[in-house]
């Protein structure tokens, strides 16, 4: 199985995630454009007063499986795998063009939402794998701690906690505290773990003793 670490972030570093809403409908749209038969257009102008609700009985023919992503209010990261030919940059395409639609309609604004295309990196299954989800879910903490990276934690609980209260990422569900499960294939990413708790206190563990240069290559920014 192929994985790819993908980040896109907003043009000149601006932000595209403004509210809750915001952040609401590019999960939704994960989810919605992860179909091969979808058709975007029929998603056009749907934003107004919208309540974001995820069919999951709807059959659908995925073209990745998202194994993890993190919002941050100018960026995200996604770690994928495709399931057919082209399949990645099919959904890409999708998420970017469907996203920035919205969101330039909302804030009737014109123009390019995002710097670029977007950036991706094949990571090889070594023994560094499981630190780029680590990575991915701990992005966060640059809303409290920039130093996180370096060790440089001033108050180490108050950092789990707040992750343990951002809804924007698929940590919440590897803790098994359902957010957006339907949204994200946990499995690969479990199958190096027993259980939600020793994926807990594996992440946990790692941000004590993180080393960026592990996984230096594997990164985007």
């Known amino acids: 199985m ?9 043009v000149d570093k601006r932000k595209i995630f403004i509210n809750d809403k915001d952040y609401l409908r590019f999960i939704h749209d994960l989810f919605e454009f992860n179909d091969d ?3 975007e257009s029929s998603f056009r102008n749907s934003f107004v007063n919208k309540k974001y609700e995820i069919n999951q009985n709807k059959k659908r023919d995925l073209l990745v ?6 919002l941050m209010p100018n960026h995200y990261h996604l770690l994928l795998s495709p399931l057919k030919n082209n399949a990645i940059s099919k959904f890409m395409h999708k998420l970017n063009k469907g996203y ?23 990571i090889k299954k070594d023994r ?3 630190h780029v989800p680590f990575y991915i879910h701990l992005n966060p ?8 990276r370096n ?14 209260n951002y809804r924007w990422s698929s940590h919440l569900d590897y803790l098994g505290i359902k957010n957006f499960p339907s949204v994200i294939y946990q499995k690969f990413i479990l199958d190096f773990f027993d259980n939600h708790n020793i994926y807990k206190k594996s992440i946990y563990e790692w941000l004590k003793q993180i080393d960026i240069n592990l996984i230096k290559n594997f990164l985007l920014e």
């Not at 920035?100 to 094949?122: C, D, P, T, V």
């Not at 903490?141 to 996180?148: A, C, R, T, Y």
């Not at 060790?151 to 343990?164: D, H, T, W």
Request: charged share 30%; hydrophobic share 40%.
């Open 141 to 148: 903490l640059d809303l409290i701690e920039k130093n996180w």
């Open 37 to 39: 038969n979808y058709i």
């Open 2 to 10: 192929e994985i790819y670490h993908i980040i896109n972030r907003g």
């Open 151 to 164: 060790r440089e934690l001033k108050n180490f609980n108050l950092a789990i906690k707040f992750l343990e």
């Open 100 to 122: 920035s639609r919205y969101f330039n309609e909302k804030y009737e604004r014109k123009g390019a939402l995002f710097e670029g295309k977007y950036k991706k990196i094949l």
């Open 65 to 70: 499986y998202i194994h993890c992503f993190c």
């Open 128 to 130: 560094h794998f499981i």
